[in-house]
């Protein structure tokens, strides 16, 4: 284990396995739809690129890279663009790929944005989901795993960029952030 992470909250097998059966009911609940997978920049990066892997039906990828957290634990609630989807989504059956849904600040962003590009179907897939944080109210469509509220790290999930190459989601020893301003 890394240095810095206190405990393994889950460990990569049942990442794994997990993400097997999310893409096992996308491929059931989207056959013959081809659906356009995007992916947020940079925390889903690695579930995303899991998931498309255990599509049974073709998929399209596309990326969005957007800023909200910087290096402190806390979202701002403000949200900014900083790479835009390749293509029209206009008509596409659409499936937001996020790690991790805390206050939800994010990700009702970003669905009211994207279903404004008027796509035939807008659902949410994400990873990981932190009930306790809501700031507004949010259901994913698809989730991986309810977690207690705890800053993680690893499978993507940075803090100040680091970690995100576990593969693992583990909890940080306090004395790394602790100092920082939140
Ligand atoms: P929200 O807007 O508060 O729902 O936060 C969503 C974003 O905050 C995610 O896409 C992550 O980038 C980040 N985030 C929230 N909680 C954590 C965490 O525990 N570890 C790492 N990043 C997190």
Redesign the pocket.
Known sequence: MHDDIAKVLIDAETIQAKVRELGERLSRDYAGLNPVLIC?LK?AVIFAADLVRQLSIPAKLDFMAIS??GSGMR?SGVVRILKDLDRSIEGEHVIIV??????????SYLLENLKSRQPASLKTCVLLD?PAQRQVPLEPDYVGFDIPDE???GYG???AENYRHLPYIGVLKPHVYEGVSQ
């Open positions: 947020i925390g909200s957290y979202t996020e790690d991790i849904v805390d206050s939800g600040l994010t990700l932190k800053f993680v790290v999930l940075d803090y």
